[in-house]
């Protein structure tokens, strides 16, 4: 089964797509942070909506299976209308067939090409999808598009240049990232969100670091791939104790692995 973290883009063309919908609902017992980070962007969400007598519409873009979509129903309203959107009609189709809110839906949608309206969005929700976007700008265009005049968008994205395995030499961690990077189609995305926003309209309202920390080697090639990475490299240059070093500390459970990312919450001009 091809595991390139990049094929996230392309679930419904791989050989399994259930594989891919399984890691989405699992990776947040691999890196418990995600679900802070999740708090965090329904903290930073629901007050944009919360108490409005009027329709509003919130969209989950790249909604995945739909959990975080769902969780956003738990917390809002229920006349308030959730849309989950995601490029693979498989996470679609699995979201719709979980789903226990009456005003939630589900479409496969390209977030480059978004089939809403001009200003029918109030506040778009986004986590970790769109350093798998080739030509992100477009994405934010369309986010700007469709969002009302002062609607929110909350984001996280990693910055995948600066994945570390530990316990690696810093030296070798860049090498290490940089093969892992290479495939992805925009690693960087969570480094330049402030930027992102700024360039397409919006005003930049908070800014949160986070790190994601995974220590379970087993569920981290489960989802990443990132020690097999790791071994072609390791193969690449030669350099078997590099690889030894880092089963050594699987062995004695002192590896782990983590990756930076960034929360930010914009507003659109009025």
């Not at 392309?10 to 399984?22: C, K, R, Y």
Request: glycine content about 6%; hydrophobic content about 40%; charged content about 20%.
């Amino acid at each position: 089964m091809d595991k390139n973290p990049s094929n996230y883009s392309a679930v419904d063309n791989s050989d399994n797509p259930s594989h891919w919908i399984e890691l989405m609902l699992d990776f947040p017992a691999i890196a418990p942070e995600v679900n802070r980070i999740r708090q965090q962007l329904l903290d930073w969400l629901v007050p944009a909506v919360d108490g409005s007598d009027s329709h509003m519409t919130i969209l989950d873009a790249g909604c995945g299976p739909g959990v975080t979509t769902q969780a956003i129903a738990d917390r809002v309203d229920d006349n308030i209308e959730i849309i989950g959107a995601d490029l693979s009609q498989s996470m679609v189709d699995y979201a719709s067939a979980h789903s226990t809110h009456h005003n939630v839906r589900y479409h496969k949608a390209c977030l480059k090409d978004l089939p809403y309206s001009d200003g029918s969005i109030d506040v778009i929700r986004v986590e970790r999808c769109l350093h798998h976007v080739p030509g992100v700008s477009q994405a934010f265009k369309e986010f700007q598009r469709v969002l009302k005049p002062g609607g929110r968008l909350v984001i996280n994205e990693p910055d995948v240049r600066y994945i570390c395995m530990h316990p690696l030499q810093p030296a070798v961690n860049v090498r290490y990232a940089a093969a892992y990077d290479a495939p992805i189609a925009n690693g960087a995305v969570g480094a330049y969100l402030p930027e992102y926003l700024n360039a397409n309209g919006f005003d930049l309202l908070e800014h949160q670091p986070h790190l994601l920390m995974m220590k379970s080697a087993h569920a981290i090639d489960r989802c990443f791939n990132a020690l097999e990475v790791f071994r072609d490299l390791c193969k690449k240059d030669q350099n078997p104790a590099n690889l030894s070093k880092v089963e050594d500390a699987i062995d004695g459970n002192s590896f782990y692995l983590t990756i930076p990312c960034y929360s930010v919450m914009g507003e659109k001009h009025a």
